[in-house]
């Protein structure tokens, strides 16, 4: 079973542009990672976590029981409806736009 110390995040290896950032958990990924539904351009600010556990940023960003990666300090998008359902149906806790 692997621990937080042995799971994180590929670190994107560019910056700018090519950076997208995850609608669900804010997770900053490279065009080349993004998967098309749950990823927008539209995003504000970028923060990078060592120990989601440990840091007062995830905790803030509410991304304190994901895994170490960069961050996207606020996300502007909406999620299709049907993804939305899905997370909901399965309760799986996701912040709104503006959240």
């Given at each position: ?48 976590v060592l120990d989601p556990t440990s840091s ?44």
């Open positions: 079973m692997a621990t937080l110390g042995d799971v994180h995040a590929e670190v994107p290896a560019e910056t700018g542009k090519n950076l997208v950032a995850c609608m669900v958990c804010r997770l900053l990924k490279t065009f080349d990672q993004r998967v098309l539904e749950t990823t927008t351009i539209n995003y504000n600010g970028m923060v990078a007062w940023a995830a905790k803030w960003l509410h991304v304190g029981k994901r895994m170490p990666g960069c961050y996207a300090l606020r996300v502007q998008a909406d999620l299709p409806q049907h993804i939305e359902d899905i997370l909901d149906n399965n309760n799986i806790t996701w912040h709104r736009t503006g959240d």
